[in-house]
């Protein structure tokens, strides 16, 4: 079992720069892909980006490339999703999850979520 807890959501102008951190417990976090995705009411959730089980390989969603990164620090079970030159359009709910195996942006393999924090960007 794993338990996600993220932080770091909040509002900010169009332009401006958040991280996201999010915790996981358990002495597992190494065995595990893991990623980061948003969602809006009435969307589907999108896959954002997932990071390697090592943290030597990323992905990322087009929409978000060049302006977020993902990393990781098994040594804190902690991951990270740096959001800069964010826009309106990047307003949802953002969730980690942890992923054993499979596809890295299908929501269906990942096993565990967090609830999720808020990331609004005004105009």
């Known amino acids: 079992q794993v338990q996600l807890v993220e932080s770091g959501g909040g509002l900010v102008q169009a332009g401006g720069s958040l991280r996201l951190s999010c915790a996981a417990s358990g002495r597992t976090f190494s065995s595990y892909v893991m990623g980061w995705f948003r969602q809006t009411p009435g969307k589907e959730r999108e896959f954002v980006a997932a990071?390697?089980?090592?943290?030597?390989?990323?992905d990322s969603a087009d929409s978000v490339k060049g302006r977020f990164t993902i990393s990781r620090d098994n040594a804190k079970n902690t991951v990270y999703l740096q959001m800069n030159s964010l826009k309106p359009e990047d307003t949802a709910v953002y969730c980690c999850?942890?992923?054993?195996?499979?596809?890295?942006?299908?929501?269906?393999?990942?096993?565990?979520w967090g609830q999720g924090t808020q990331v609004t960007v005004s105009s």
């Open positions: 999850a942890a992923n054993r195996a499979g596809n890295w942006a299908n929501p269906r393999n990942y096993d565990y």
């Open positions: 990071i390697s089980k090592s943290g030597g390989s990323t």
